[in-house]
């Protein structure tokens, strides 16, 4: 069975020949890990045998990105999306935003909206393919070996950003202009969709939205203003992959089991990727929702940063529960952090991939 | 593709078994799957008279979350083709 199928399978809930394989890593994990015998430059999905490639696009409205100061630890710059953020030259971290791209509805509508045309063609495009041909020809080179998404900032991150990027402004606009906000979120949405669409038209295995909508102790926004301001724009991006039978993935951090029904009722198919340090587990959701909902994550980095018997523990106490009757991609519960060594990190890939096979059908397979 | 989904009722041990070259034992079992709906890929709906059967199916198992009950599981499509048929006794 090939990465595609299997996925696609997993992700409808059916088993596979075992359990799927996805994560995501640190830039300082990989500098440790070519310390201790990673070969340099490796395409770290292929080396350790990912099954699930995401295929980025390019959504800012495309500003010039200018660096206006430059310190000997940190960058000031104007990014993309028209945001002055400072951030870390050369290592991981959250930038620090400085100032935002949009402070009023009148400055949105003026400066920001008419850039968000998804019919102009230069917009189909990824950081890595800017040319649609180019993209279509590397979609199907990954196909070979992934199942491959298109992976899309979601509108709530989208419109945090572009407002200043921090959390506690957005939340303000919730209160101060909820007008302003309606509008804005319709625009991103709108304009999401269509790209998402054109990659859909390309032939992507399905769609993979990063929308952080959580932190550790619960989402940002109630169940109410979800259902209002954001779920509408999910609902535009995942009901036309939806409508074609395939996955939608949302990404969220963060302690969000309280909006979980609204992610399905979204359509969405899968979350990833369960906070463990936040209070996710997937054998309480899988008992739960397990018939509507496949899970990518919650394997704890605390553990992998630990030793074998540790991370043993973790992944064979929730490897057997979460695998049953399919539905389950395993990763770490955000990304890999550069505590983790290499050779632990082997060792939970080698695991997850020998207690997460399946009954066999036959014993060729 | 059509993939039907049932419950683990039972697990038969044939007391079959044999070893992979990672050094893993398989044990033949027979399942016997209850049939509940197809699955998310399939768009419509069981036929009605499918809804309660029971299929014996040939599983290898090798961990002890094979073994559990009560779970679900997937045929899959050649089984799936063969319950449509008419067959529910598929170890033979």
Known sequence: MDSRERIYSLLHLEEADRVGYVDFFWSETRSRWEQEGLPKDVFLCKYFGMDIYIMGVDVSPKFDTVTLEEGKEWVVVRDAFGVLIKRWRAKSGTPFPLAPAVRTLEEFKEYFEPLLDPELPMRVSSSKYPFKGDLEKALKKMQEEFFVVVGVLGPFEYVRHILGSRVDNILRYFYKDPKMLEHIFDVVGRFLSKLTKAFLDIGVDGVWVWDDVGYNRGPFISPKMYKKFVQPQHRRIVEQFRNKNLPAILHTDGNVNILIDHFIDAGFTALQPLEAKAGMDVRVLKEKYGDRLAFIGNIDVRALSSGPEAIKKEVLSKLPIAATGGGYIGGSDHSVPPTVSLENYRLFTRILKKYGRYPLRRVSE | ?92
């Not at chain 2, 034992?25 to 509940?36: A, D, M, N, S």
Request: glycine share 6%; with cysteine.
């Open chain 2, 1 to 92: 593709m059509k993939v039907l989904r049932g419950i683990v009722r039972k697990i038969e041990k044939t007391g079959e078994s044999t070893v992979d070259e990672e050094g893993t034992t398989w044990e033949k079992c027979i399942f016997h799957i209850e049939l509940t709906s197809f699955s998310k890929r399939t768009k419509e709906e069981m036929p009605e008279n499918l809804k309660g059967k029971i299929v014996k199916v040939i599983r290898w198992c090798a961990f002890d979350w094979h073994y559990r009950t009560n779970v679900p599981a997937t045929l899959t499509p050649e089984e799936t083709e063969r319950v449509l048929k008419g067959s529910f006794d598929l170890t033979v």
